[in-house]
């Protein structure tokens, strides 16, 4: 596809398990960025790929979210032992290059039972 | 502390109006200001962006004006229509402090006909 594509589209799972969630950047784009998106929180930064550079891991809330980004390529986030505070929609974008506009994806809407 | 700043929080226009939209941002590394559009159910699309070093930015119904002293931007969607209605997104981000996106907490405008 042309666009930024994740999946699932939506999750729902009980609290405590683990998650994985996949995003699928524009072809040929090198940096991937992943977003959450709540209702109290709006929009936050969570982490940032760019080539081969060790990725920036400032905005992940704990040591339960890590992400990762195989071949410079797709990258899968994943939340360990949910919490409630988890429910969100996650968000992937890319860019061409470092410094480039955006692109989103339309999320994954996770909810923790 | 929130770094960008984004009012009012709904809006409510007529069918040919203008709709305007603010926002103010505290960190002067902050060199390029992006505005997103968002329907429900699908991820921020990338509408218009501006640099510090031009005032005003025009695209179609769509101009941005830029107050570099006043550390404020704001988007003005000329000659509303109901199409126009979504949640708009200001954001900023810094190349010397790396490109993750800052987004202001969002404003529901809704275009009456």
């Known amino acids: 596809g042309a666009g930024v594509s994740q999946s699932p589209s939506n999750k729902v799972t009980e609290k405590g398990k683990d998650v994985e969630l996949r995003c699928d950047p524009i072809?040929?784009?090198?940096?991937l960025y992943w977003y959450r998106q709540s209702l109290g929180q709006g929009l936050e930064f969570l982490i940032y790929?760019?080539?081969?550079?060790?990725?920036?891991k400032s905005g992940l809330p704990s040591d339960r979210f890590s992400a990762e980004r195989t071949g410079g390529s797709v990258s899968t986030l994943t939340i360990q032992r949910t919490q409630q505070e988890d429910s969100a929609v996650y968000l992937c974008?890319?860019?061409?290059?470092?410094?480039?506009?955006?692109?989103f994806g339309d999320g994954t809407r996770l909810s923790i039972l | 502390q929130q770094q960008v700043k984004q009012s009012p929080q709904s809006l409510i226009v007529q069918k040919g109006g203008i709709s305007i939209i603010n926002c103010a941002y505290e960190?002067?590394?902050?060199?390029?200001f992006p505005w997103y559009q968002q329907f429900p159910g699908k991820g921020p699309a990338l509408l218009i962006a501006i640099r510090p070093d031009v005032s005003e930015k025009k695209e179609g119904r769509f101009t941005i004006s830029f107050n570099k002293s006043a550390k404020q931007f704001s988007l003005h969607i000329m000659d509303s229509q109901p199409g126009d209605s979504a949640t708009y997104f200001c954001a900023a981000s810094s190349d010397q402090a790396g490109t993750a996106l800052i987004f202001g907490k969002g404003t529901t405008l809704s275009v009456s006909s």
């Open positions: 974008a890319s860019s061409l290059q470092e410094y480039q506009p955006q692109h």
């Open positions: 072809s040929g784009h090198t940096a």
């Open positions: 960190n002067t590394a902050f060199d390029y």
């Open positions: 790929f760019q080539g081969n550079s060790a990725p920036d």
